[in-house]
């Protein structure tokens, strides 16, 4: 959070630049963006800047940066989902083969 245009935002320095005090208040301001423009990608091009142009190409790159950790965690649950499937596939094999044996 840029103190320059949120200088009421924190009680003191060391809490402005606590990363979870800074974390929260950058969160609730987020959220009110929200409420009052109805739209995240509004919020998040406000959240930078109420100029259009700047707010636009911020929101360009905070959208760019969360299709690719969605691309990324996507990847990661499909190999975890993967890996479950041939985990049972083997167990299924070795009781069938325990069934016949026995």
């Known amino acids: 959070i840029n103190l320059m245009y949120h200088p009421t935002a ?3 320095l060391e809490q402005a630049f606590d990363p979870k005090s800074n974390v929260k208040y950058a969160a609730k301001f987020l959220k009110r963006l929200h409420q009052d423009k109805k739209s995240w990608r509004q919020a998040i091009s406000h ?3 109420s100029n259009s142009k700047l ?5 360009n790159k905070v959208e760019t940066l969360w299709k690719l950790v ?8 499909r190999a975890e989902v993967i890996e479950a ?3 049972r596939k083997i167990a299924r094999a070795n009781k069938r083969k ?3 044996k026995g």
């Not at 969605?70 to 649950?77: E, G, I, L």
């Open 98 to 100: 325990f069934k016949e």
């Open 85 to 87: 499937y041939k985990k």
């Open 47 to 49: 959240y930078h800047s």
């Open 70 to 77: 969605r691309r990324k965690s996507a990847a990661t649950k």
């Open 55 to 59: 707010g636009s190409r911020y929101r």
């Open 10 to 12: 924190f009680d003191s």
